[in-house]
């Protein structure tokens, strides 16, 4: 689910430029490169296979049901 809104905001900014984005402050409807593309996913893969780890999987419907582990996330990587 995440990693399919990170490719089509890889592909939306494909041929965009972060500059002019930044100025029309669109920056964050697009993934303009690939090195920022792959940071991204990996960023993604991690978060996911976190939250696999500490959920069974029947509160996850929705992005938003699993961005409530964020905070949880954000505490683990700090330790």
């Known amino acids: 689910?995440?990693?399919?809104?990170?490719?089509?905001?890889?592909?939306?900014?494909?041929?965009?430029?972060?500059?002019?984005?930044?100025?029309e402050d669109?920056?964050?409807?697009?993934?303009?490169?690939?090195?920022?593309?792959?940071?991204?996913?990996?960023?993604?893969?991690r978060f996911s296979e976190f939250v696999d780890k500490h959920s069974d999987g029947t509160d996850l419907n929705s992005l938003e049901d699993i961005l409530k582990y964020v905070d949880l996330y954000i505490m683990d990587l700090m330790i």
């Open 1 to 23: 689910m995440g990693q399919e809104i990170i490719t089509a905001k890889f592909v939306a900014g494909k041929g965009k430029s972060r500059h002019q984005g930044k100025l």
């Open 26 to 45: 669109d920056i964050f409807k697009y993934i303009t490169s690939e090195k920022a593309f792959r940071d991204v996913s990996a960023t993604w893969r």
